[in-house]
């Protein structure tokens, strides 16, 4: 439980955090919130020789709402999503995604860019923000750019972040008109992680019927994804059960489900389409 | 845990198979193989530095080639351990002529015990699968240069387009 010797710098700008990262491409690690990354040191599965510490960069957390967008910054912590007035009536689903994360303390430490960027297959913001079609801003030492999120996660672990690069802020459309948005989650019972998570955004036409719908899930294959299947599926139907249930049927379609101690690929790819479904219900009626 | 898949490799199955019981080859191809060393007949002495994302591990074990039926099967038998946990398990290859190359089946039961198994039990899975995958991509460029001509370079591609992207949105900032 003693990690191996490292050092740590706590760069005052993410400018010099750029820099200080890209000093040492092979040794170098960033730090946010750390309750992945320091776990992985304690037992020495991670050793990196030195730690850059973007937490207590302060302009990196914040949470904003910039003409039709909403920004928010890498360090933002999973409690200030979670506690955030604003996200709460003008894009719901953040918050109550950062509540089903761990519990307080992790809440308090654990940032929305550092669960990004490390792509656990179980994290939960990965579904959320594929299920709000985010944009992600990586700056690195030739300067900035900005990916999918879609696009983004990789594989397990393994993500578009380049060596030297670091996550900046996560960009995500204001939703408008109609819309209803839900998170669904079954954790596991001792770490808390999505054994399934579904993230689902609504929007309705007028007439009430599903104009188009975002569906994140995680937990369920390597690396979390989006159902274009289901969101197809739904589309342009009343989002009555009968249309959920037809839908939900493609969760799993073209993934290879994970398997391990505690859920069979089978009962996942289950599990996977009873929570779909709910998040499905649970989005529409909180339809405003 | 049993693993289980499949890859298409476009080559003929001769080469392939040639490829699978070559050391110079596997060395190249295993991803994080820093040493593969014969240390009887078909048996390898081997060192490999792996992980996935911040992860990694040094892994020092033997390798056996078994049932050697060319060219359409193989069976590995492997036993490894490094600070991170162990591995012991066996697989069977099986090697099909398709169109224009060669499709391998692998199953493989494995043994995975130690701090890997006991708090990065959920991902053991993902990660064999994606190391094969790597395995199987590399295994398919070295199968498809003719015998004696110069392996293949496995990172240039990623460098290549790494490069090339850079250069892409350097074009579009300016």
């Known amino acids: 439980m003693i990690p191996a010797q490292f050092d740590y710098k706590a760069p005052a700008t993410l400018d010099e955090a750029v820099a200080l990262l890209n000093s040492d491409l092979d040794g170098a690690k960033i730090l946010a919130g750390g309750h992945s990354l320091i776990p992985a040191m304690k037992l020495r599965l991670a050793q990196p020789q030195l730690l850059v510490d973007i937490a207590r960069i302060k302009s990196l957390a914040y949470i904003r709402e910039e003409g039709d967008q909403i920004l928010i910054g890498a360090t933002t912590t999973h409690y200030q999503l979670e506690s955030s007035d604003l996200l709460k009536q003008i894009c719901p689903l953040l918050p109550e995604c950062a509540k089903s994360i761990g519990d307080v303390q992790v809440r308090n430490k654990g940032t929305i860019g550092g669960s990004i960027a490390h792509s656990d297959p179980a994290g939960d913001w990965p579904a959320a923000v594929l299920a709000l079609d985010a944009d992600l801003v990586l700056v690195g030492p030739n300067g900035e750019r900005t990916v999918k999120v879609e696009n983004f996660f990789v594989d397990l672990l393994t993500t578009d972040l380049q060596p030297g690069e670091i996550l900046r802020e996560v960009r995500i459309k204001k939703p408008s008109g109609k819309f209803g948005q839900a998170y669904q989650k079954v954790p596991h019972p001792a770490s808390g992680f999505a054994v399934v998570g579904v993230a689902v955004h609504l929007t309705l036409n007028d007439d009430g019927s599903c104009k188009s719908a975002g569906i994140g899930v995680t937990g369920v294959a390597v690396k979390a994804y989006r159902a274009r299947a289901v969101e197809v599926a739904l589309a342009g139907t009343n989002l009555d059960d009968n249309a959920a249930s037809a839908a939900v049927a493609h969760v799993c379609d073209g993934i290879d489900p994970n398997s391990d101690l505690y859920a069979s690929s089978d009962y996942r790819c289950h599990l996977a389409q009873v929570h779909t479904r709910r998040a499905i219900q649970a989005a529409k009626a909180r339809v405003q | 845990m049993k693993l289980e898949g499949s890859h298409e490799l476009d080559a003929p199955r001769e080469r392939v198979y040639q490829c699978l019981v070559n050391p110079e080859v596997l060395q190249r191809c295993i991803p994080g193989c820093e040493r593969l060393e014969q240390t009887a007949e078909n048996t390898f002495s081997a060192t490999i530095k792996t992980g996935v994302g911040s992860i990694k591990g040094v892994f020092n074990g033997t390798a056996r080639l078994e049932d050697l039926r060319e060219p359409e099967h193989l069976r590995l038998v492997v036993d490894g351990k490094g600070a991170p946990g162990f591995l012991k398990g066996s697989g069977d290859l099986d090697l099909a002529s398709t169109e224009g190359g060669t499709k391998v089946t692998y199953t493989a039961d494995v043994q995975v015990g130690g701090t890997i198994a006991s708090v990065g039990q959920r991902m053991i899975q993902g990660t064999a699968k994606m190391m094969a995958a790597q395995f199987f991509t590399s ?36």
């Open chain 2, 139 to 174: 295994l398919a460029a070295e199968a498809k240069t003719a015998v004696g001509e110069p392996p293949p370079q496995h990172g240039f591609f990623r460098t290549a387009l790494r490069w090339f992207s850079g250069w892409v949105r350097r074009l579009f900032r300016s």
